[in-house]
């Protein structure tokens, strides 16, 4: 008999990763919308980096959270 191997990651990994990658993209997105010149601007220095920052945090629970 061949035995199943458990996968890795279930459904709700793969979910939260989804939503870090959204959350990353997000982040891009916003220091691209910054006006100032060469984005020296709040959006371009301060909030879109900081939104980078959650989106990776995110990615690093997804990988590392255990299903029960």
Same mark, same amino acid.
């Given at each position: 008999m =061949?035995?199943?191997? +458990?996968m890795p990651f279930n459904k709700k990994n793969y979910i939260i990763m989804l939503v #870090? $990658? !959204?959350v990353l993209a997000l982040g891009? $997105? $916003?220091? %691209?919308l910054? %006006?100032?010149t060469f984005g020296f601007g709040? !959006? #371009?220095l301060t909030l #879109?980096?900081? %939104?980078i920052l959650v #989106?990776? +945090?995110i =990615?690093?629970? +997804?990988l590392f959270h255990k299903s029960k």
């Open positions: =061949e035995e199943q191997k +458990a #870090g $990658i !959204l891009f $997105i $916003i220091m %691209t910054d %006006t100032e709040f !959006l #371009g #879109g980096p900081v %939104t #989106g990776f +945090a =990615e690093f629970y +997804a």
